[in-house]
């Protein structure tokens, strides 16, 4: 690790010793292994009575926007981490005072190598928007285009890549000494990061997102997505097309209009989930604006996430089972989305699943009756509960469906979105099942049966073969048989190292009896075998008293409980 490094990950662990985590980090060996930071580690007066994970989110706060756009990832990640941080770290404000026009002025020169007046016909001086990552200027092209630039903080790069390595030491660390890490890697964690920030530091690859959007919404007049300036976007710089609009949720509307306007946002979201397999994965109220005509603008395509066909058919499949409250087939389609850690108490989760559908789906149909919100954190909870990874997209989806609805709330408590979902409900499942729909699912199941028949036949005169000749094998892997292993493993080197030594004490007996080569009156290879034995001594007995001895360090009790 290089020495300003170093000097970085001391901040760090100063900055969370001030929050109260010094005891966390003195049990997980930061302090053993990078030194104890100078100066006053006493935890700050105003953080006493506060929450482990307020705590946590006014830690990411302090140290800077790579830990802020941390926590922010984090925050769509209930699948990871208690309810309680998820709602503390989308608490997290990406803000940060605007860098001079002439800074703004001189990246865009150094992105497209010419002045800027040979650019935009003007800039606007104040931004409409200062992040810690780029600020955002409205301006106009040269051909009269009114466009907002979104231009990449000098420096940024650099400052990120130094904390990214600061965070894969700790993610080494963590997965090293932390108990809980089986379902959620510390070293993933930070390698999804890497690739998230990098993709948000790279333009090219958010102008990609808009121009996917606007190809899926180009037939759908009711959506408006801007248009990218190709000619005037870099990795650095982006330029889209202004939208002149308010924001949805305050526009003076009638009861009426915002019906409507709520099924276009409703109709939207159906189109891209289980459509377009491209949706928007932060559609907060904000990124929605009113356009004249009734036209619903929608911005901001940083975050996105991507529906395999097989990923839409079983979200098909669970919001059919969810509005049936078959709490049978939510449990087994849940365990077959994610990645089970270990095998999972099946029943013990479809009980806990039927228990959530009773709690949070009521028999009324109007939206402000329907507990969605906490109906998908309970899920996921439920899900980290029993082991069970769920993947990124799933949660990114999760996160989208929570802001979607509470955007609805806002614009049309009273909508029955059963009757608005139903339609769709019942066109997705007749291309599922329509024989003549080359993508529908029951074509591709009976393909897949037909390709299980005509394999069987074939894989099962291997097996009787390999049975015949004595070359069938099972593969067992069983955690108690690798404890076994590990164990046999150090009894023989332990058994391996006191041989050796009682070797050399032998020999070192021998020498000093007869050999009388010496150095200052002592016998050399006499020496040279009393050390070696102590040595080798040395090592078999730290090996045993010291290996596997104290297990990794539990963190549960520094986070609240999870509801059951």
Not at 354 to 362: A, F, G, I, K, S
Not at 414 to 419: H, S
């Amino acid at each position: 690790m290089k020495l300003a490094d170093l000097n970085r990950l001391r901040q760090i662990t100063t900055a969370a010793a001030r929050y109260g985590f010094a005891d966390l980090m003195e049990r997980a060996g930061l302090f053993r292994r990078f030194g104890r930071p100078s100066g006053q580690l006493e935890p700050l007066a105003d953080t006493q009575a506060e929450s482990t994970a307020r705590r946590f989110r006014r830690l990411l706060d302090e140290l800077g926007p790579t830990f802020v756009k941390l926590g922010q990832i984090l925050s769509t990640r209930a699948d990871l981490l208690p309810a309680e941080f998820v709602a503390e770290l989308r608490l997290l404000q990406d803000s940060a005072s605007p860098i001079p026009l002439e800074q703004v002025r001189a990246q865009m020169e150094a992105a497209f190598g010419q002045p800027v007046e040979e650019l935009f016909a003007s800039v606007e001086p104040v931004p409409l928007a200062a992040a810690s990552m780029a600020q955002v200027h409205r301006a106009r092209t040269r051909a009269g285009d009114d466009v907002v630039v979104k231009v990449q903080r000098p420096g940024i790069t650099a400052q990120v890549n130094a904390d990214l390595a600061v965070l894969r030491a700790l993610a080494r660390l963590l997965e090293a000494t932390v108990e809980e890490t089986g379902i959620s890697s510390p070293v993933g964690i930070v390698e999804e990061f890497d690739k998230a920030i990098h993709e948000e530091l790279d333009f090219v690859h958010e102008a990609a997102n808009v121009r996917a959007f606007a190809a899926t919404h180009a037939a759908r007049p009711a959506l408006r997505i801007p248009r990218v300036f190709d000619e005037l976007t870099t990795s650095t710089v982006l330029t889209l097309e202004y939208l002149e609009g308010t924001r949805l949720v305050q526009a003076d509307l009638s009861p009426e209009r915002r019906q409507a306007l709520a099924r276009v946002v409703v109709d939207s979201s159906f189109q891209q989930l289980f459509v377009d397999g491209l949706f928007h994965a932060d559609p907060h109220p904000g990124n929605f604006l009113l356009l004249p005509g009734d036209v619903v603008g929608l911005l901001d395509f940083g975050l996105v996430g991507r529906l395999t066909r097989a990923m839409q058919e079983t979200l098909v499949l669970l919001s059919v089972a969810v509005a049936l409250k078959d709490s049978d087939s939510v449990a087994r389609l849940l365990y077959r989305m994610g990645a089970p850690d270990t095998r999972a108490n099946l029943s013990g989760f479809r009980a806990d699943v039927e228990t959530l559908l009773q709690t949070h789906l009521p028999t009324a149909r109007t939206l402000a009756e329907v507990d969605a919100r906490h109906l998908l954190t309970d899920l996921l909870d439920l899900a980290v509960k029993y082991r069970i990874r769920i993947p990124r997209e799933y949660a990114l989806l999760s996160r989208a469906a929570v802001a979607v609805e509470g955007l609805l709330r806002q614009l049309a408590p009273d909508l029955d979105i059963l009757a608005v979902s139903l339609p769709y409900a019942k066109q997705l499942l007749a291309e599922r099942y329509d024989p003549a729909q080359l993508r529908g699912g029951l074509m591709r199941t009976l393909l897949r049966f037909q390709g299980l028949a005509s394999d069987l036949p074939t894989q099962l005169s291997q097996i009787l073969l390999d049975l015949e000749k004595g070359r069938f094998g099972v593969a067992v892997k069983s955690p108690e048989l690798e404890k076994i292993n590990d164990s046999l493993r150090s009894v023989a080197v332990i058994g391996f190292l006191g041989l050796c030594a009682c070797g050399f004490i032998v020999g070192a007996f021998l020498s000093f009896a007869q050999v009388s080569w010496t150095v200052r009156g002592l016998p050399v290879l006499g020496v040279f075998g009393v050390a070696a034995a102590a040595a080798l001594f040395g090592a078999a007995f730290t090996w045993y008293v010291f290996g596997n001895r104290f297990g990794k360090l539990r963190v549960r009790r520094f986070l609240p409980k999870r509801r059951d």
